[in-house]
C-alpha cells in the first residue's frame, strides 16, 4: 500500500473509532437502555454472534440479560423482545409506539421506503388499509377466494399426478401454486407452471429469500456501506427485485387499455381508480405508480415464498412422521371423503388436521424474528427508556418455543394444539404471523391456502421419503430472517 494511502485508512479507523466511541459514551450515560453485551468500535457485537450460530449465541445472550436486551449490529443498536409476555407489552398493548418498520439495509435499498412492508408514517397507513379492504372486497375470508384456491389446488393435484410417483423436489410446484393466488387477486390472472416468464420470477423469489437468510444477507444488513464494495449475491439480490418490478408494472401498463371502473377486476384496477379519486391531491396522496408497483412486489414477494415455504417444510415433516400422515388422512377421509374437495367449512370438523397445520407453523417458526420493528419516540418500557428510531426484533420464536405453553417445544407434537378428548386447542402464543398493528396482512389468505393445499394434496396422495424417516433432518439449511427446510426429494404415490 502507498504510504499515503495507508495514512489516510489508519485516520479513517481512528476517526471512526472516536466517533463510535462517543456514541457508545452517551449511550452509557443515559444508563436506561435495556442491557447487553459492550459493543467493539465498528464491529459492534458481531465478532460475539458468530453468524453461522446467530440463534445459538443469541439464545445465551437472552438468557443471560432477561425478555429485553439490547445488541450492536455493526454501528447500529437492536433491542430484541424475549418471551410472550414482553412481546404482547410492546406489539399489542403498546402497538402504537412499536408501529413503525425497522431498518432491513438490504430491503430498504430496493423499496426506497415505498410499498407496504417497509414503509412507515402516513403512506403505510393509508397503503395498509387499502390493501386489507381490496383483499377483503375480492373475497379474503370469501367464497370467490376459496373458489380460486381450491382450483389452484386442483391444477397442484394434476402436478403431482404428472410424476407418475417417480421421486421429485416439490419448490417449483409449491412456489407457482402459492403464488398464483396471490396473482389472481393483484393481476387477476394465474400463470401456467411452464410459463418461462412467471418461473423465471420464481426463481427470483426462492433465490433472494435464499440470499437474504445466508451469511452475505446478514453481512449487508451488519455493515451495508462496506458490503456495497464487495461482489457477491446480496448483489443479484437487488437484480432480482428489479426485474420483478419490471414483470410488475408491465402487467400494470397491460391493465390501462381493458379497465372498466365499474368492475374493477383485481388489486391493481382498484389502485388506478383510487388514483384517479385523489389525482387532485398532488404531492400529498400516497396512491402513485411507484407506491403501487411496489405495493403489488411486496404482495407478490410476501405471499410466494412464505405460504410455499411453509407448504414444502409441512411435507418434509410429514415424511418423518409418517403416522401422523396417515392420521390426517383418516380425518380427511372421515369429513370430506373422496367424493369432493376439500372446503373450509371443513376445517371446523378437522381438529387434528387443524392441530397438525399450527404445530407446522409453531414447530418450523419461518420468520423467527418477524421483521424489524422500530419506536416512534423515546419510548420508556419496563425499567428501560428505548430511544426513538432504535430497531426492535420481537422474537416470535421465543413465543412459540415456550415451554409453559407448548411442553416439549423442540418437539413436533400436534396435540400441543389439542385438548385431552381432542378439540382443537386455541392458544395465543400461536405468532408465526406476529401481532398488533404490523401483523401479516395476508395472514386470513394464508391460513386458507395452508388447510386446502395440504387437505386437497393429501386427500389424493400418500407422500413417501426417499430415505429412511429417521434420516430426515428437520432443521433449517439456514437461520435468520427465513428459516428454510433442506432440499429434499419425495414420491407422491396415488392412494
Ligand atoms: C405462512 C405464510 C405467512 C407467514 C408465516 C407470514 C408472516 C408474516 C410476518 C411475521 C410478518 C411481519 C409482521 C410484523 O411486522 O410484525 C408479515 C408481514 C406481512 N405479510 Fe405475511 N406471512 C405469510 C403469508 C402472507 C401472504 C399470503 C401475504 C399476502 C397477502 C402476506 C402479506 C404480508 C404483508 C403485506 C405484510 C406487511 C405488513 C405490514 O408491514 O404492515 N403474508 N407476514
Ligand atoms: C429467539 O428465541 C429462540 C427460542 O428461545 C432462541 O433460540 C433464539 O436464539 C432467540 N433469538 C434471538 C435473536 O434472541
Ligand atoms: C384527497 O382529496 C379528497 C377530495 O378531493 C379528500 O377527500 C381526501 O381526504 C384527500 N386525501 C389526502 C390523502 O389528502
Not at 402497538?95 to 402516513?122: C, H, M, T, Y
Not at 411496489?294 to 405471499?303: H, P, R, S, V, Y
Amino acid at each position: 500500500m502507498e504510504p499515503l494511502g495507508a495514512v489516510s485508512v489508519f485516520l479513517a479507523i481512528c476517526i471512526s473509532c472516536l466517533v463510535f466511541l462517543a456514541a457508545w459514551r452517551s449511550t452509557w450515560a443515559k444508563g436506561k437502555l435495556p442491557p447487553g453485551p459492550a459493543p467493539l468500535p465498528i464491529l459492534g457485537n458481531a465478532l460475539q454472534l458468530k453468524i453461522n450460530h446467530l440463534s445459538q449465541t443469541l439464545q445465551e445472550l437472552g438468557e443471560k440479560y432477561g425478555p429485553v436486551f439490547t445488541l450492536h449490529f455493526g454501528a447500529e443498536r437492536v433491542v430484541v423482545l424475549h418471551g410472550y409476555e414482553a412481546i404482547k407489552e410492546a406489539l399489542i398493548d403498546r402497538g402504537e409506539e412499536f408501529v413503525a418498520r425497522g431498518r432491513l439495509p438490504l430491503a430498504d435499498k430496493f423499496s426506497q421506503g415505498q410499498g407496504i412492508l417497509f414503509s412507515n408514517g402516513e403512506r403505510w397507513k393509508q397503503l395498509r388499509r387499502f390493501t386489507l379492504t381490496t383483499l377483503r372486497n375480492f373475497g379474503m375470508g370469501k367464497k370467490s377466494i376459496e373458489e380460486r384456491i381450491q382450483e389452484e389446488a386442483r391444477y397442484l393435484l394434476e402436478k403431482f399426478q404428472d410424476t407418475k410417483g417417480r421421486p421429485f423436489e416439490p419448490t417449483f410446484l409449491l412456489s407457482p401454486a402459492s403464488s398464483n393466488i396471490i396473482c389472481s387477486i393483484v393481476f387477476g390472472t394465474r400463470y401456467e407452471y411452464n410459463n418461462k416468464k412467471f418461473m423465471t420470477l420464481m426463481n427470483y423469489f426462492d433465490d433472494n429469500f435464499q440470499v437474504f437468510s445466508s451469511p452475505w444477507g446478514q453481512l449487508y444488513n451488519l455493515f451495508p456501506s462496506f458490503m456495497e464494495f464487495i461482489p457477491g449475491p446480496h448483489k443479484r439480490a437487488c437484480k432480482n427485485v428489479e426485474r420483478v418490478k419490471e414483470f410488475v408494472l408491465e402487467e400494470i401498463k397491460a391493465h390501462e387499455s381493458d379497465m372498466d371502473p365499474s368492475a374493477p377486476r383485481d388489486f391493481i384496477d382498484c389502485f388506478r381508480m383510487k388514483m384517479d379519486q385523489e389525482k387532485h391531491n398532488g404531492s400529498s396522496s400516497e396512491f402513485t405508480i411507484d407506491n403501487l408497483v411496489m405495493c403489488a412486489a411486496d404482495l407478490f414477494a410476501a405471499g410466494t415464498e412464505t405460504t410455499s415455504s411453509t407448504l414444502r417444510y409441512g411435507f418434509l415433516i410429514l415424511l418423518k412422521y409418517p403416522a401422523i400422515q396417515e392420521k390426517v388422512q383418516e380425518e380427511i377421509d372421515r369429513v370430506v371423503g373422496q367424493a369432493r374437495p376439500p372446503c373450509m367449512v371443513d376445517r371446523g370438523q378437522m381438529p387434528y388436521t387443524d392441530a397438525v397445520i399450527h404445530e407446522i407453523q409453531r414447530f418450523i417458526s419461518l420468520i423467527p424474528l418477524s421483521l424489524p420493528h422500530a419506536v416512534l419516540r423515546d419510548t420508556p418500557f419496563r425499567q428501560y427508556i428505548i430511544p426513538k428510531g432504535t430497531t426492535v426484533f420481537p422474537n416470535l420464536s421465543s413465543v412459540l418455543y415456550d415451554c409453559r405453553e407448548f411442553p416439549n417445544p423442540r418437539e413436533f407434537d400436534p396435540r400441543h394444539f389439542l385438548h385431552e378428548d381432542g378439540r382443537f386447542r386455541k392458544s395465543d402464543f400461536f405468532m408465526p404471523f406476529s401481532a398488533g398493528k404490523r401483523i401479516c396482512a395476508g395472514e386470513g389468505l394464508a391460513r386458507m391456502e395452508l388447510f386446502l393445499f395440504f387437505t386437497t394434496i393429501l386427500q389424493s396422495f400418500t407422500l413417501k421419503p426417499l430415505v429412511h424417516p429417521k434420516d430426515i433432518d428437520l432443521t433449517p439449511q439456514f437461520s435468520s430472517i427465513g428459516n428454510m427446510p433442506q432440499s429434499y426429494q419425495l414420491c407422491a404415490l396415488p392412494r
